[in-house]
């Protein structure tokens, strides 16, 4: 990776109040490379949102369609018809 083009994706997360997070570099020795742009770490995550638990009818219901997903790709790797699965889904999920 070029180190311009990561200076230039810090700067647009700066100019646009996004937090920036550089993991390593990367490249066979990854520790060997590194953290460090521009001689800082950067470690900047978004705000932490607390979102509360669904109450139990509403989990039911969420496992129940995850399972109506998961039965219909199912069907339609059987069937190998997979340009039809946006259709299946869109009709049997209302």
């Given at each position: 990776m070029r180190p311009e083009w990561l200076?230039?994706?810090?700067?647009?997360?700066?100019s646009a109040g996004i937090p920036f997070f550089f993991k390593q570099w990367g490249g066979v020795q990854k520790k060997?490379?590194?953290?460090?742009?521009?001689?800082?770490?950067?470690?900047?995550?978004?705000?932490r949102r607390?979102?509360?638990?669904?109450d139990?009818?509403?989990?039911?219901?969420?496992v129940a369609k995850a399972w109506q997903i998961a039965a219909?790709?199912?069907e339609s790797q059987r069937n190998l018809e997979k340009p039809l699965i946006t259709s299946m889904l869109r009709?049997?999920?209302?």
């Open positions: 200076e230039s994706i810090r700067e647009q997360c700066v060997k490379a590194g953290r460090l742009l521009n001689g800082r770490t950067f470690d900047e995550l978004p705000p607390l979102a509360s638990v669904p139990q009818a509403r989990r039911l219901a969420l219909i790709w199912e009709t049997r999920l209302r």
